[in-house]
């Protein structure tokens, strides 16, 4: 995949600023920086389905660690 400058630098911005702000607020401080609201919304976008991949990977990571917890315990026994 491809990225271009303003599009690293939209999702850099998004990344900084995406604290406790709705999405909205993200937004326009992106573009306060001069990148379009597109990019910055298409940034935005990516940063929320990378997010979203890791939250699912930490919960499966989380699952086989119980399940490994579980099956030591029952060995021990």
Avoid: P
Avoid at 52 to 59: N, V
Wanted: hydrophobic share 30%.
């Amino acid at each position: 995949m491809k990225i271009t400058v303003s599009k690293g630098m939209a999702i850099a911005f998004v990344i900084l600023c995406s604290g406790c702000k709705t999405m909205d607020q993200r937004l326009d401080e992106c573009q306060a920086y001069g990148v379009s609201r597109d990019v910055c919304y298409q940034a935005e976008r990516d940063d929320m389905r990378s997010e979203r991949e890791h939250a699912g990977e930490r919960f499966d990571r989380a699952v086989r660690d119980a399940e490994n917890v579980k099956k030591r315990r029952k060995h021990s026994n």
